[in-house]
């Protein structure tokens, strides 16, 4: 016996048009990750930024030459949201000496802690002393769920903190960090502790964090870039990207063999 076709078009597909939620509508909070002070103030400026990250790898991409006076800068112009920091040291006592300096700088701090140092020993016990020292640590370069575990335990009944799990790269090699991230965020038993979801390769991630319960998403001045363009219509996006092809080649000045008319 045949089986039956079922047909497709879009009377039958699915409903891949519906509209999209605004950005005022998520509950996730969005952070936006850099390191250029301008655009970091001028960010400051707009509602749906709820707080700021950076790290040595940005501001080296910015040209940052001056760690603390670039961080006092954004502490002052930008006091009311929170802005995290990272440690440079590789070693432990270097590292919990800079974590406390850094949280000098003003309130609004939260000290970047990388999971382990550049040896893979692994940091949760400084963790431990700084948070229930009262420092907001926010531990970074997070990518498995041992290691959200383990700072968990750490983190227990210490100071406001953040859990950076990095889903972007957890994507990079294949797995998909939306499980990864629902379990995460069960592993975080007390309401001090938010989870973020760190490293997104696309505006699509702000919704995959919103709809699995993540608390934050850390967002480049690229992604920001591209909230222009939620719930845009498809057809027009569509006949835009066609014209950008055409444009491009003709400011290319391609071209093709002709037919000969001889």
Known sequence: MRRKETPVGPSSAPQWDLPVPSIADLRVKLYADGATANEMIALAATHHI???????????KAGVRDYERFARELVERIP????????????????????????????????KIPVSNTRGEACYPLVRRLSHDGVRVNVTAILSLEQVERTAGALRGGAESNVSIFAGRIADTGRDPVPMVACALRMLSEPQMQLIWASPRELLNVYQADAVGCHIITMTTDLLKKLQLVGKDLAEFSLETVRMFRDDAVAAGLTLPGHDHD
């Open 80 to 111: 009311d949201r929170p802005i995290s920091f990272e440690v440079i040291a590789d070693d432990f006592p270097e590292m919990e000496r800079q974590a406390r300096l850094i949280a000098s700088w003003g309130s609004s701090v939260v000290v």
């Open 50 to 60: 709820c707080g700021f990250t950076t790290n040595p790898t940005l501001m080296r």
